[in-house]
């Protein structure tokens, strides 16, 4: 089975994520400094779970990399 696909896919939401971090970061620097305590509780909040899913998704990529290499070395006999 070829697992380039999935490994793309996770390394793209890792991509999305982490910039879901900087962009939520950033915002409530600046929501903090005009004084929107809500505002920037929320983008914290949001910030949190796209770290969250960061991590998931690493962890996926590094079970995808595991099975990758665990059926190249079945497929291919020594």
């Given at each position: 089975?070829?697992?380039r696909?999935w490994?793309?896919?996770?390394?793209w939401s890792?991509?999305?994520s982490?910039?879901l971090?900087?962009?939520?970061?950033?915002?409530c620097m600046?929501?903090?400094?005009?004084?929107?305590a809500a505002g920037?509780?929320?983008l914290?909040?949001?910030?949190l779970v796209?770290?969250v899913?960061?991590?998931v998704?690493?962890?996926?990529?590094v079970?995808l990399?595991?099975i990758r290499?665990?059926?190249?070395?079945r497929?291919?006999?020594?």
């Amino acid at each position: 089975m070829d697992f380039r696909v999935w490994i793309v896919r996770s390394l793209w939401s890792q991509l999305v994520s982490l910039l879901l971090v900087a962009l939520t970061g950033g915002l409530c620097m600046l929501l903090s400094l005009a004084g929107d305590a809500a505002g920037a509780a929320a983008l914290r909040a949001l910030a949190l779970v796209a770290c969250v899913f960061f991590v998931v998704a690493h962890v996926g990529l590094v079970v995808l990399l595991a099975i990758r290499e665990l059926d190249r070395d079945r497929v291919r006999p020594e």
